[in-house]
């Protein structure tokens, strides 16, 4: 399966953004993985303000997709990881998208280009968590290039989940 990526844009959230993401996360599939249920509007627009301090400070964040029409679909980016569990403190990339842009290369191309630009800010390496079930994420991570280092179970859901890690500052990825 080597077709061509499609050509997407990553820019800093804006407030707008929030009420996208909002609408288009409010899907029982999107959110299969995330808690089945998209969360408040209010979390979407806190979510996007500390993306923005995100980038601002660190070069980096979760940053909104835009597919070639100029649409905004979902997000893909880094941000440090901030549970008490897990890979504290090390920088998690991750990515959700609109059900109805699935399948189509649109995280890779985006999630390649989140490699590209944490690589650029200095970031030595980034973690992936995906939840052990989630198979269009784990399949993401293998095009990426990460390895799994870690099975593990969340500290809330009791679910199995995978850490997946990737060195950036060794060679090309």
């Given amino acids: 399966m080597n077709r061509a990526l ?16 909002h609408r ?12 089945g249920k998209s969360a408040e509007l209010s979390v979407y627009e806190e979510l996007t303000a500390r993306q923005r301090r995100h980038d601002a400070e660190r070069g980096f964040c979760l940053w909104s997709v835009l ?5 905004v679909v979902g997000f ?11 890979p504290t403190g090390e920088i998690e990339i991750g990515w ?30 980034v973690v992936a968590m995906v ?15 990460m ?5 593990f179970t969340t500290p809330t859901a009791g679910r199995q989940g995978h850490c997946y890690r990737l060195e950036l500052t060794s060679g090309a990825a």
């Fill in 76 to 86: 893909t980016g880094a941000q440090p990881w901030e549970r008490d569990w897990g």
């Fill in 131 to 145: 939840d052990a079930g989630n198979s269009r994420s784990i399949a993401v991570t293998r095009r990426l290039g």
């Fill in 24 to 35: 288009i996360f409010d899907d029982p599939d999107v959110m299969e993985f995330h808690g």
């Fill in 67 to 71: 597919d070639e029409s100029g649409e």
């Fill in 147 to 151: 390895r799994l280092a870690e099975v």
């Fill in 6 to 21: 499609p050509a997407v844009r990553l820019r800093v959230p804006t407030d707008e953004d929030a009420v996208v993401w």
């Fill in 96 to 125: 959700r998208l609109a059900r109805a842009h699935w399948g189509k290369g649109i995280v890779t191309a985006a999630a390649q280009m989140t490699l590209e630009r944490v690589r650029a800010a200095g970031v030595p390496g």
